[in-house]
Each structure stands twice: as structure tokens, then as C-alpha cells.
């Protein structure tokens, strides 16, 4: 059974930075991706990032690109979101996801994950 645990979370002030790690154990499959995705009270849950393996290729939602660095340790099954110049509303619950066999048109779809972790939450704020 695949398990997923994020962390790295906290309050930092605006154009502050944190780095997001997510964990994960019992992953066999060779074709998936890992993906980040966030949820602010009332809104739905949004794509952040995925990292596809065994590609290595990395996607960016356009409300982080060019702020946020996906990678992979591939000894401590982590794989990391770094955030820089972080602002209010990146303020969220932030969750990781896996994906089997993805295809680049479905990284950024909540649905075609199958597990989760509980998430991190992120407030930025002074």
C-alpha cells in the first residue's frame, strides 16, 4: 500500500521561501508521477508541480513558474517542492499525490491521482 507524508510547512512572511518534502513508501510501479497540488479554505484543490518519472520532466503551474523548484532524492523517496517569493495567497493546505502511468495532459488533473498524503500547511503572511 502506498503512503504519502508531506512536510515542511509554516508561517513565513511574504517573499519568504520553505521547501515542501513528501515522502513516499510502498511504491513499486516504474511509471508515475508525484504531484503537488494545494487547497485554500473555500476553493478547490489546484495543480502546484508533478515530476514524472521515469522522464525526470518537471511541470509548473503558471501561478508558481518561475517561483517553485520540484526535485527528487531518489535514496530517501522524497521528492521536494522548493517555493521562493512566496505571497498571501500561496497560503494553503498542500498535498502530494502519485499518479500511475502518467501522460503529460493529465498531470495537472486531481482525479487521475490515486493517493494522498495528509498534507502541509503553508500561511504566509507578516
Known amino acids: 500500500q502506498v503512503r504519502l507524508v508531506e512536510s515542511g510547512g509554516g508561517l513565513v512572511q511574504p517573499g519568504g521561501s520553505l521547501r515542501l518534502s513528501c515522502t513516499i513508501s510502498?511504491?513499486?510501479?516504474?511509471?508515475?508521477?508525484m504531484g503537488w497540488f494545494r487547497q485554500a479554505p473555500g476553493k478547490e484543490r489546484e495543480f502546484v508541480a508533478a515530476?514524472?518519472?521515469?522522464?525526470?520532466?518537471?511541470y509548473y503551474s503558471d501561478s508558481v513558474k518561475g517561483r517553485a523548484t520540484m526535485s527528487r532524492d531518489n535514496a530517501k523517496n522524497t521528492v521536494y517542492l522548493q517555493l521562493n517569493s512566496l505571497k498571501p495567497e500561496d497560503s494553503a493546505l498542500y498535498y502530494c499525490?502519485?499518479?500511475?502511468?502518467?501522460?503529460?495532459?493529465?498531470?495537472?488533473?486531481?482525479?487521475?491521482?490515486?493517493?494522498w498524503g495528509q498534507g502541509t500547511q503553508v500561511t504566509v503572511s507578516s
Open positions: 515530476f514524472r518519472w521515469p522522464t525526470r520532466q518537471t
Open positions: 510502498g511504491q513499486t510501479s516504474n511509471s508515475y508521477a
Open positions: 499525490g502519485r499518479q500511475l502511468n502518467p501522460i503529460v495532459s493529465t498531470l495537472a488533473t486531481r482525479d487521475r491521482y490515486d493517493s
